[in-house]
């Protein structure tokens, strides 16, 4: 199964990773999905309609350039993947709740979180009952198209698994699928974490090299 509509609610810089990358692929679902993004401020507005034309964008999480199309379309191959801060979530939640308990329970669109900490029962509080909930864990690889995501359901969204794996494959080759929603956490401290974790030790070996007299440069260029 292959999305027909991929709504990203927040513009920052893992939406903006997650439709670039979508973007530069051949996938053959592609061509006939309809991509929409929001955010807040009109600086972001501006710089996600230069950088993806072809794409919908507005400030609006309503906008009805987004729900019209949903409620007469398939709704069930919607993915909603809300790339806010956590501390914005439960307030997108609840906006889009309005507009998701309108949709038929069974062509509800499913909702794909990113955050650390906000787990599928304070989503599902959120969002109208039966609303597919999928929280997963990627890391800036995808950025490169190099990713690795970590998935992990609500009951409700289990068969809507392959829709969002089908979408964070584009840009992340190792996803897994988790069996327990705890492990989200080690995930997080793990592959979420890595990229970072090796910065520092490059970054280290840097200062190391400069300690010891070599240009700032050298140093770069040889680690
Ligand atoms: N970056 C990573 O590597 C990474 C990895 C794993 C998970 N995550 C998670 O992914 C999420 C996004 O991270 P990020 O680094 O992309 O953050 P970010 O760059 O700060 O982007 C957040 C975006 O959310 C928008 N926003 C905030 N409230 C909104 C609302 N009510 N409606 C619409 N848009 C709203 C902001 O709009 P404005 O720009 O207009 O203010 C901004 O575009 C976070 O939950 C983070 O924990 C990030």
Not at 76 to 91: E, F, G, Y
Request: proline share 7%.
């Amino acid at each position: 199964s292959t999305p027909n509509q991929l709504t990203f609610i927040g513009g920052g810089c893992l939406a903006q990773a997650l439709i670039s990358g979508i973007y530069s692929t051949n996938t053959s679902w592609r061509d006939g999905c309809k991509i929409s993004v929001t955010a807040r401020r009109q600086e972001r507005i501006d710089e996600l309609k230069a950088k993806f034309p072809l794409a919908t964008v507005t400030s609006n999480n309503l906008d009805p350039a987004i729900w019209s199309t949903a409620t007469s379309q398939q709704s069930d191959s919607h993915v909603v993947l809300i790339c806010t801060l956590p501390i914005d979530v439960p307030k997108v939640c609840l906006e889009l709740a309005g507009i998701i308990k309108t949709l038929d329970v069974t062509s509800r669109p499913t909702v794909v979180t990113m955050c650390p900490g906000i787990s599928v029962a304070q989503l599902q509080s959120w969002l109208p009952e039966e609303t597919p909930v999928v929280r997963s864990m990627p890391n800036t690889p995808v950025m490169c198209r190099q990713g690795a995501t970590a998935l992990f359901p609500s009951d409700s969204a289990l068969s809507r698994i392959e829709l969002v794996a089908a979408v964070f494959r584009e840009v992340s080759p190792a996803i897994s699928v988790l069996p327990q929603e705890s492990l989200l956490d080690v995930v997080a401290a793990i592959s979420g974490s890595a990229p970072a974790h090796f910065y520092y030790l490059i970054e280290s070996m840097i200062t190391a090299a400069e300690s010891h007299g070599l240009p700032t440069d050298i140093a770069r260029s040889l680690i």
